[in-house]
């Protein structure tokens, strides 16, 4: 199988966390399909000062120039190679993923690319890992969390640790997202494991 993931931003705050696992993929000579919804450009551009209306731009200025190669596909385009079983893909990460978007995933909503490409990831096994970040949650984030962990979606909250005791948001970032690559089963160096660099037990 080829060496292409997808990678879906929406609407939830979060956004550093989706664009530095792109940058991460990238640098790694992966390939990345890359889905934005509407509510992603705006915390894009709330989070990030993205300018929504020079997309391709913001794209190339972030993503360009890197081992691997991106295609971004318009929220729209149903008729996306995403959107089909037979384009082999690795899987799909949703990072961050908003509670909307997680409700359309769980019920098979199929209204634009990003359920759709989700409900592909489902339907042939692959893996589909989701990156909620909300707070608090209340029954029905709950119960649509549930529905899909059932189906063997990998929920991953948006959950710092302070174990590593990190200096940095750009640390703390690097974390949540090296836990993502672990569940994607890629190698990294993003951040310090329990027991690195602690003293060993004697023999």
Not at 97 to 107: D, K, N, Q, R
Not at 128 to 138: A, K
Not at 168 to 178: A, K, N, Q, R, T
Request: hydrophobic share 40%; glycine share 10%; with cysteine.
């Amino acid at each position: 199988m080829n060496g292409n993931w997808v990678v879906g931003l929406t609407g939830a705050s979060g956004a550093i966390y989706g664009v530095r696992l792109v940058q991460v993929l990238l640098d790694q000579g992966l390939d990345v399909h890359l889905i934005i919804t509407e509510a992603g450009w705006r915390v894009l551009h709330d989070e990030l000062d993205w300018q929504a209306s020079k997309r391709q731009e913001m794209l190339q200025a972030h993503f360009g120039g890197r081992a691997g190669s991106y295609v971004f596909h318009p929220i729209a385009d149903i008729g996306a190679t995403v959107a089909s079983g037979s384009f082999r893909t690795k899987g799909m990460v949703v990072i961050p993923c908003s509670m909307g978007t997680l409700s359309g995933i769980a019920h098979g909503s199929s209204d634009n690319l990003m359920e759709r490409t989700a409900d592909v990831m489902l339907k042939e096994g692959r893996k589909l890992i989701l990156v909620p970040r909300e707070t608090p949650l209340h029954a029905i984030h709950l119960e649509n969390m549930l529905t899909l962990s059932r189906m063997g979606v990998r929920m991953l909250p948006a959950m710092p640790a302070f174990y590593n005791r990190p200096n940095s948001i750009e640390e703390m970032v690097d974390f949540l997202v090296g836990k993502v690559l672990d569940s994607m089963e890629i190698e990294h160096s993003l951040y310090r494991r329990w027991g690195d660099n602690h003293e060993q037990p004697r023999p």
